[in-house]
């Protein structure tokens, strides 16, 4: 090979590898937000969750087992089993793991007033409800801030198919602290040094035939507020 070939060659080589270094590489599995409902599986050998039921979790064969604080109530069953019959890669271990992850960022966004957030993951009557509850907020001064400290339960209660929408409804038992402070920064709902429980029901639908793997959150109700004006998210 000529000398000056070679000298190029060399240049081309040290500028890729410089560029790498500064840009990375992409594999085309980076995403600017993740999808709550396309978590990847856990490490079984870390979560020490055993194999057990299949895709559903109610059939035979091989899939996860669900975690400690999963359920799944009898009244659901036979609704669970058209969902996995319509979308075979429904699992009901993923499908709960994501929608606890879902419950944290809904939870967490609605409080910060985060649009961005809630938008991709709200059905839009449901969006339209938080948006109002935001904006009164907003105009009025006041501030909310929450911290979810564990969900104790989650609980599928009710799953049924409507043409090709799925629709699952899932009870929440969390301790968080939920605090609303007012332009003045005074409390007005609250103790910043208290956790209460909160138990809250949510409903999800997809379309299973949408290549989009993401649920949307449809339905909401606060289970045992007093005054629905105080609870974690607005009933929508």
Do not use: C
Not at 8 to 19: P, R, S, T
């Amino acid at each position: 090979m000529p000398a000056d070939l070679l000298i190029y060659a060399i240049v081309a080589a040290g500028l890729v590898f410089w560029l790498r270094n500064i840009l990375g590489t992409r594999h085309g599995d980076e995403r600017d937000r993740p999808n709550p409902f396309t978590r990847p599986p856990e490490d079984m050998a870390k979560t020490g969750v055993a194999p057990a039921a299949g895709p559903t979790g109610l059939e035979p064969g091989p899939g996860p087992a669900l975690e400690r604080n999963m359920a799944i109530a009898e009244a659901a069953q036979a609704g669970l089993l058209d969902v996995g019959r319509a979308d075979r890669a429904f699992e009901v271990s993923g499908f709960l793991r994501g929608a606890q992850d879902a419950f944290v960022m809904i939870v967490e966004a609605f409080a910060r007033g985060d649009r961005e957030t809630l938008k991709p993951l709200l059905a839009e009557p449901v969006y339209k409800a938080f948006l109002s509850v935001i904006q009164e907020r907003e105009s009025t001064g006041q501030k909310v801030s929450v911290e979810i400290h564990a969900i104790r339960k989650s609980e599928i209660i009710a799953a049924k198919m409507d043409r090709r929408d799925a629709y699952v409804t899932v009870r929440f038992v969390a301790d968080e602290t939920n605090v609303l402070r007012d332009a003045a920064d005074m409390i007005l709902h609250g103790n910043p040094d208290r956790i209460t429980e909160t138990i809250d029901v949510w409903t999800f639908v997809r379309d299973t035939k949408s290549r989009e793997p993401g649920w949307l959150l449809i339905e909401t109700s606060d289970e045992d507020a007093d005054d629905k004006a105080r609870g974690t998210v607005p009933d929508a």
